[in-house]
């Protein structure tokens, strides 16, 4: 049982609350269902469809369009013209139907938490950035940074990638059709990467955590990066997660290669003791 | 943080001058200092053109010393005194600034020797020398720049832009982008990124006789090129070389008569987005300056760690 209790902080008067077990137990009890619903989301409605152009308004009035759509219970929106402009669609905590009938530019879907985008063109760098939960498909390449320190969702590139794809993930799923620049999954502390087509140089360099799977040629891998023998769990995940994906790409999954971290940290998956003997 | 963009057409020539200004102006939020362009024309037959500044835009926000710009009239005389003891002839001359002026001439000697006799004259430094360069940079945004120096209907086949932040060197003309790759005429080179090795390969290239003007660690890329296509190296084969030699995070472009190349470091930590087609290839830092010369949907994509490209005209 962890106190604060007689802590220097709590002998400062900064606070007074215990915490019982982990923390996040105290925030995320699956008992209270409006833990999972953001205090000011929108009840939507995915058959009541409209259109934004975005040929002449910039990113700011772009994304107060959509909430104020979204307040009027519009389930779909497609945005018109996006003209690669930067930071559309970012900071939608709301389940949505978004089409992008064009490309964006950096930072386009970030900080996202349970929309399902659709973009018919090309993303810059950083697409998707700290998404937290939805399914992002982008049917053309994508700049460096892709799903950077994504916690969770399905973001899926159709055609291939920058440097640093998968920087700092958290959790969730990328998914490469083509391939991949240097570093991607550099710094990956969870969550899944699946590249079908090549990868650069250094892949997976200081990985804490987490999978990758390449369907191509490895230029070379990163510190703490080792290669794992592919499971049937593995090969039947990763079907499942292309179907998902809508990769129509003839794939040998058994002869993908797995790579997974080669190093322990210390105290990194600080489960409670409790905790740990339940899993054992 | 800066922004660099090209453009080359195939086998034609274009409105390249309205095409960088539009490029350049999209790009304006990553570096409101000072833009520059390097446009390749017509040429003038065989003369060259020659581009070269007196003293520095002094108006506010810039880091220049004030000079009195009565000092002007009297280096500009002193340079056309230097051109007459080359034994060029000068053909036309025209005064776009002040401080800034475009004059068309007739030489048939070193290039190195005549560059070194004009910028014997205090503080004159030639912008470009070249047979279809002509290399334009001040303070401001890609529109003033245009405006002032007339570049809204420049037609040519190529050329290459920057947008400049700041941060290793003052805000001045000196230190703005591109650079010549003096005194190879013709080729230019625009930065985006900083180099960590600056002064040991500055150290090395002044040693050899090269002669650089700022303190800005982008002109060592120019100064470098230039360096080893003055041993026989040929352009391409140069900028792999500088891929080896030169520490640090960045993405250049270069540009000479007919060609326009492009180079990114083995970390890919600095962006370009590319479009090539049958009739163009358009780069630049961001993917909206493609967009203000071509507005419908096209398929771009981002080179990769260690790329290096040439592209002819």
Redesign the interface.
């Known amino acids: 049982m962890a106190s604060i209790k007689g802590h220097k902080s709590s002998e400062m008067g900064l606070h007074e609350e215990v915490l019982t077990g982990r923390t996040q137990q105290v925030f995320f009890n699956p008992e209270e269902s409006e833990n999972f619903v953001y205090h000011d989301s929108y009840e939507v409605d995915f058959n009541k469809r409209t259109e934004i152009d975005a040929s002449n308004i910039e990113c700011l009035e772009i994304n107060s369009k959509i909430k104020e759509l979204m307040s009027q219970g519009y389930g779909t929106i497609v945005i018109k013209n996006p ?4 930071s559309i669609g970012v900071g939608i905590l709301n389940k949505l139907n978004l089409i992008v009938e ?2 964006l ?2 930072f386009g879907i970030g900080s996202v938490d349970g929309p399902n985008v659709r973009i018919s ?2 993303v ?2 950083s697409c998707a950035e700290n998404m937290m939960a939805g399914k992002v498909v982008i049917e ?2 994508a ?2 940074c892709f799903g950077a320190a994504i916690r969770g969702g399905d973001l899926i590139c159709k ?2 990638v ?3 794809s998968g920087i700092d993930m958290k959790g969730g799923t990328i998914i490469v059709g083509g ?1 991949a ?3 991607t999954g550099f710094m990956m502390q969870r969550g899944r990467i699946v590249i079908l087509g090549d990868v ?2 250094n892949l997976a360099d200081s990985l804490y955590d987490g999978t990758i799977f390449v369907g191509g040629k490895i230029k070379s891998l990163g510190a703490d990066a080792v290669e794992a023998e592919m499971t049937d769990l593995d090969v039947s995940w990763l079907k499942r997660k292309l179907k998902v994906a809508e990769i129509d790409k003839k794939v040998d999954f058994e002869k993908m290669t797995k790579i997974v971290s080669g190093k322990k940290l210390w105290n990194y998956d600080n489960l409670e003791p409790a905790e740990r003997k339940g899993a054992i | 943080m800066c922004g660099i963009a090209g453009i080359i057409h195939r086998g034609k020539s274009n409105n390249v001058g309205g095409e960088m200004k539009n490029m350049l102006q999209s790009l304006k939020h990553r570096g409101p200092d000072s833009t520059g362009y390097a446009l390749y024309g017509q040429g003038e037959s065989n003369n060259y053109i020659l581009r070269y500044k007196v003293g520095e835009n002094v108006k506010e926000g810039t880091t220049a010393v004030k000079e009195d710009p009565i000092i002007y009239a009297s280096r500009r005389k002193q340079v056309n005194q230097k051109i007459n003891e080359a034994g060029a002839t000068l053909h036309s001359e025209d005064k776009i600034t002040d401080y800034s002026f475009r004059y068309v001439i007739s030489y048939d000697g070193d290039l190195l020797d005549l560059a070194k006799k004009i910028e014997a004259v205090e503080e004159t430094e030639i912008l470009s020398l070249g047979k279809s360069l002509e290399l334009i940079k001040d303070i401001g945004d890609a529109s003033v720049v245009a405006d002032q120096y007339n570049l809204n209907k420049f037609s040519g086949t190529h050329g290459i832009g920057h947008t400049r932040m700041a941060t290793e060197s003052g805000v001045d003309i000196r230190s703005a982008h591109p650079y010549w790759a003096y005194p190879f005429s013709d080729v230019s080179v625009v930065h985006n990124g900083q180099l960590t090795n600056y002064w040991n390969n500055r150290r090395a290239l002044e040693a050899k006789g090269m002669r650089f003007l700022s303190s800005c660690d982008s002109e060592l890329i120019a100064v470098y090129l230039a360096d080893k296509i003055r041993n026989g190296m040929d352009l391409e084969e140069a900028m792999k070389g500088s891929l080896e030699h030169l520490d640090g995070v960045f993405t250049y472009l270069v540009a000479t008569k007919d060609k326009l190349g492009m180079a990114k470091d083995t970390m890919a930590a600095k962006p370009m987005v590319l479009y090539e087609s049958d009739d163009l290839v358009a780069l630049a830092s961001e993917e909206v300056a493609i967009r203000s010369v071509m507005p419908t949907e096209i398929d771009t994509y981002d080179p990769y760690e260690g790329e290096v490209k040439v592209w002819q005209a």
């Open positions: 003209g690669s402009k930067h064009g490309s530019g950096y063109g090309r810059g760098w053309k390449n700049g460096s055609g291939s920058g440097a640093r391939d620049g240097a570093f650069g140089p």
